[in-house]
């Protein structure tokens, strides 16, 4: 079974506008993390965002912010005002504690921002 | 900022030969990771090490070796390379797995071809 799903290949965004990128996850583990990476065309994959399995808040960086629900098993990506340069590949990926450091990717959505 | 590099952004090399992708981080990470990248497989781990001269498999570890002889240095080794080790090959970091957030950052990644 897939231990993260992203189900939307592409997506398409209007500049200016916020836009939401889906993750849900599978796990037995109670405790965990979840992050959320870009990969421009350049190739680097940069972090962005991390939610922990135990946090009370939603986890929030500049524009973006994480949707956790945890009964649900999702931890959905928000960016807010989108920009040209946000188009880009985004990986959901997961943490299990009794994985140690190991991460598991969804995926990915490939993203672009139209003018 | 977390600096991971990778020896060579693009590598072309012949089936058979043996083939060796550098990787060093700058911050004193304990642990590190080798991953490929393929269209619609998504990041699959290969090898990773949480100290000097300690390794794991990954998911996918045929095909590949790889050597920690010092913290900051992990190197990605194909015996023989093959055609179908044409990949993108991106290496991380992270601080350890003790720590609850434990964020990878990756470095630039090598795109490979092997003719």
């Known amino acids: 079974a897939q231990k993260i799903t992203q189900t939307q290949p592409g997506m398409f965004v209007q500049e200016k506008e916020a836009v939401t990128l889906d993750c849900t996850y599978d796990?037995?583990?109670?405790?965990?993390?979840l992050f959320w990476y870009k990969q421009p065309s350049s190739g680097e994959m940069i972090f962005l965002i991390y939610?922990?399995?135990?946090?009370?808040q939603n986890a929030t960086e500049g524009r973006y912010s994480l949707n956790f629900q945890k009964a649900r098993k999702s931890a959905n990506l928000v960016i807010s005002a989108s920009q040209l340069g946000d188009s880009a590949m985004y990986f959901c990926?997961?943490?299990?504690?009794?994985?140690?450091?190991?991460?598991?990717f969804g995926q990915g959505t490939e993203l672009s921002v139209k003018p | 900022d977390v600096k991971v590099t990778q020896s060579s952004r693009y590598l072309v090399k012949r089936t058979g030969e043996k083939v060796f992708l550098e990787c060093v981080q700058d911050m004193d990470h304990e642990n590190m990771f080798w991953y490929r990248q393929d269209p619609g497989l998504g990041l699959r781990l290969i090898y990773f090490s949480y100290d000097v001269k300690m390794k794991e498999k990954g998911d996918i570890p045929e095909g590949y070796s790889v050597s920690r002889e010092k913290k900051e240095r992990f190197s990605l080794i194909l015996e023989s390379a093959s055609t179908n080790q044409t990949s993108m090959y991106l290496c991380?970091?992270?601080?350890?797995?003790?720590?609850?957030?434990?964020?990878?950052?990756f470095g630039p990644g090598t795109r490979l071809t092997v003719l």
């Open positions: 939610q922990g399995s135990y946090d009370q």
């Open positions: 991380a970091s992270s601080l350890g797995r003790q720590r609850s957030t434990d964020t990878q950052y």
């Open positions: 796990t037995s583990d109670p405790s965990y993390g």
């Open positions: 990926a997961m943490r299990e504690e009794n994985q140690g450091g190991k991460l598991i």
